[in-house]
C-alpha cells in the first residue's frame, strides 16, 4: 500500500556543547548558540528518520516527508534526513515561528502538515534536547484528532495498522492504532544511519520545499505563548569530593552504600 | 572541526555535511579501537566494508563504477577526518583510492574497470602500489623490476619495497619496465604464482597500517593485465600527486587531534599554581599550531578549488604536502612536550601520530624531495640530478 510518512524534525543546538561555551540572553531569554559550533537535527528526531527509513524499506511504496519549522535554519544540517534516505523536507522558515512554545510548535508543525495534505503516519522524536517537553507531539495529535503512541522503541506497519512496541521502564507494551495515526519514538529504536556520500550527492539534487507562516495559514494568535518562560539560567553545580575509608574494602563498600543511600541514590 | 581561519564558511552545505558526517561516523566507528590496534601493530580491517558502504573509497571518482563521486574539496576533507583518526587508516585510503583506483580509472581498460572499480570502491577488494624498491624511493626511474613479454603473458621479476597495503591486497598495480626499458602498470592478482608479500614487521611508525615487500619471481600475467594507457613514469608520478593531494588534507586532520588534545590538557594540569595553559611558553606552542594549520587550511582550500577546476600544479600539490605534513609533525612533537611524561603513553594521541607522521614526512617523496621540485620549478635548476 503507498504509505505517506511525515517526520518531524527540528534544528536544535548541539547537545554536546558545554555550558561554558554558550550563554544566555537575559533579556530576550534564549540561548545564544555558541560561536562555531553548529546546530544539529534533535537526536531522537533522527531516531525518527530512521524509523520512517525502516517502514519505508519493508514497505513496497513509501514517501517521506521530513518537516520542521524554526528560522535561521543551517541547511546543511536539516538536510541530514534527506541524507539518510528522506524523499523530500519541507522548512516553515518564519522568525514568526521561530521561537514558539510547544503549543505554538504543535499548531505551526499541524497546520503544515494539514497543507501537505495526504498523510498516514506522523513521526516525531520522543522529545527534542533543547527544552525536552516531549509534549509537541501530543498537541499534533490533539489539533489533528489522531491516535497518538508515544516513546516507540519498535514499529511496523500493516494493513491493520500500526504496532508499536513502547518502552517501558521495565520492558515494553505492544500498543496498535489505526491509520492515520502520531508515534513518537526512542533511541532504543536503534542508532540512525550515518548519510553515505551516496545519500548526501543525492540530497544535494533535492530543493527544500519553504514556506512562510502565512502560506501555512497560521495567525499571530495561534502563535502566541500559552507558556510564561519566567527565567533561564545555566544551574550553578558545586562538586564536593569525600573520602570514604572504612577499616578495609568490604567495610569502605559498606559505609559508601549507607551514604548512597543517606542521599536516597539508592 | 579546528577552523581559525573560518574556512567551513567558504564551503557548501554538501562539503560540511560531509566533513561533519565523517567525523560523526569515524569518531564513532574508528577512534574507540585504534589506540589499541596501533599497539598490536594490526590494521584494522573490519573497518574496510563500512568505509566502503559509506562511499569513501575511491570517493573522488565520477561515480559511473560505484564510487560516490563527490568533488576534490569533499575528498579533501574526508582525508582530512581519516588522518585525524591515524595516519594509516588515511593511507590506505590513499592507497586504495589514489595510487590503485585511479590509475585504473585514467589509464585502464573498460575490462579493468568493470573487473576492479566496483569492488575496489564497496571494500570486497584491496589494492596496493608497488613502485619504490630497496635502493630508495625517491629515484623511481632507476627501478629493476622487469615485465618480459612473452606471447600473450608479462613476466614480471623484481621487488617492491614499504608497500601499504601489500599483505591484505587482492590486487597490486606493479611499476615495472617492459622489454624496451620503459615504465609499466600491471594489475598483479595477489594469488599469481610467483607473487608473494612479506609484511615489514618491527615498525615504530604506521602501526595501525600494513606495510610489506612485494617479490614477484617469475610471476606470469596476462597481457591484458597491463595498463593499456600510460607508458612511462608519467604514469606512477601522476598518482603520487593524487595521493599527495589528500595528504596535504590529511596532515592537517591528524595536527588538529595532537592541538585538541594538548590543549584540553594543558587547562587541567597546573605547576605552581596555574594551569599551563597560562604559561607563555605552552602558549607560543599552541600559537604555532593554530597558525600552521590556518595557514594549512586555507592552502588546502586552494589546492581544492584549483584541483576541480582542473588547473592544479603538482608543484602546488609538493608545495601543500610539504609543508602540511611538516607542521602537523612540528605540532605533534610539541603536544607531546606540553603533555610531559604523559605525551609518551598512548592515552594520549601524541605520539601516535608524531611517530606516524615520520612516516608520512618521508613517504609520497620525502621533505627534501618536494623542496628539490620547488626549488626547480621556482629557479628553472634541477638539484635532483
Partial sequence: MALNIIVCAKQVVDPETPASAFRIDPDTKQVVPAQGIPPVVNGFDENAVEAALQIKEASSDATITVLSVGSGFVMDVMKKPLSMGADQLILVDDPAVGNLDAFGTATALAEAIRKIGEYDLILCGRQASDWDNAMVPLGIAEILGLPCITIAQKIEVSDDGVTVHKALSDGYEVVKAELPAVVTITNELGEPRYPTLRGIMTASRKTPTVWDASEVGLSHDQLSHKLDLTELYIPVSDTECEFIEGEDDADSGRLLALKLREARLI | ?385
Fill in chain 2, 1 to 385: 572541526m579546528l577552523d581559525y581561519g573560518q574556512v567551513l564558511d567558504l564551503l557548501t552545505d554538501d562539503e560540511r555535511q560531509v566533513q561533519s558526517t565523517a567525523r560523526d561516523f569515524l569518531d564513532a566507528e574508528a577512534m574507540p579501537g585504534i589506540t589499541d590496534a596501533w599497539e598490536k601493530g594490526e590494521f584494522p580491517r573490519d573497518l574496510i566494508p563500512k568505509l566502503g558502504e559509506m562511499g569513501y573509497l575511491g570517493a573522488n571518482l565520477p561515480s559511473e563504477y560505484g564510487t560516490a563521486g563527490v568533488n576534490n574539496m569533499s575528498y579533501g576533507l574526508l582525508m582530512y577526518e581519516l588522518e585525524r583518526i591515524d595516519s594509516g587508516l588515511r593511507s590506505f585510503a590513499s592507497v586504495q583510492g589514489a595510487l590503485v583506483m585511479y590509475p585504473i580509472y585514467s589509464y585502464g581498460s573498460e575490462e579493468q574497470k568493470q573487473n576492479y572499480l566496483p569492488k575496489m570502491a564497496s571494500g570486497e577488494m584491496i589494492g596496493c602500489f608497488g613502485l619504490t624498491e630497496h635502493e630508495g624511493g625517491s629515484d623511481p626511474g632507476a627501478m629493476k623490476a622487469t615485465a618480459r613479454k612473452d606471447g600473450e603473458s608479462y613476466v614480471l621479476n623484481g621487488s617492491k619495497m614499504w608497500i601499504t597495503n601489500g599483505n591484505i591486497a587482492d590486487v597490486a598495480l606493479v611499476w615495472a619496465k617492459d622489454d624496451g626499458g620503459v615504465v609499466c602498470g600491471f594489475l598483479v592478482p595477489t594469488d599469481t604464482p610467483g607473487f608473494v608479500a612479506n609484511e615489514i614487521k618491527h615498525k615504530l611508525s604506521m602501526r595501525a597500517s600494513v606495510t610489506s615487500e612485494l617479490v614477484m619471481d617469475d610471476c606470469r600475467i596476462p597481457a591484458s593485465q597491463m595498463l593499456p594507457d600510460v607508458r612511462g613514469l608519467r604514469g606512477p608520478l601522476s598518482c603520487l600527486t593524487q595521493a599527495r593531494y589528500g595528504i596535504a588534507w590529511g596532515a592537517l586532520g591528524a595536527l588538529e587531534a595532537v592541538y585538541e588534545d594538548a590543549l584540553a590538557f594543558s587547562k587541567t594540569r597546573s605547576t605552581f599554581g596555574k594551569p599551563i595553559a597560562s604559561r607563555q611558553l605552552v602558549q607560543t606552542k599552541f600559537v604555532d599550531m593554530v597558525s600552521d594549520h590556518t595557514r594549512g587550511m586555507l592552502l588546502a582550500w586552494r589546492l581544492a578549488i584549483l584541483k576541480d577546476q582542473g588547473k592544479l600544479n603538482y608543484s602546488l600539490v609538493s608545495l601543500a604536502k610539504r609543508d602540511n605534513v611538516r607542521a602537523a609533525l612540528l605540532a605533534a612533537r610539541s603536544a607531546r612536550e606540553i603533555l610531559g611524561g604523559s605525551g609518551i603513553v598512548l592515552d594520549h594521541p601524541s605520539i601516535r601520530h608524531m611517530l606516524n607522521l615520520e612516516t608520512v614526512d618521508t613517504y609520497e617523496g620525502t621533505h627534501d624531495i618536494h623542496t628539490l621540485i620547488l626549488g626547480r620549478d621556482i629557479t628553472g635548476e634541477n638539484a635532483l640530478e
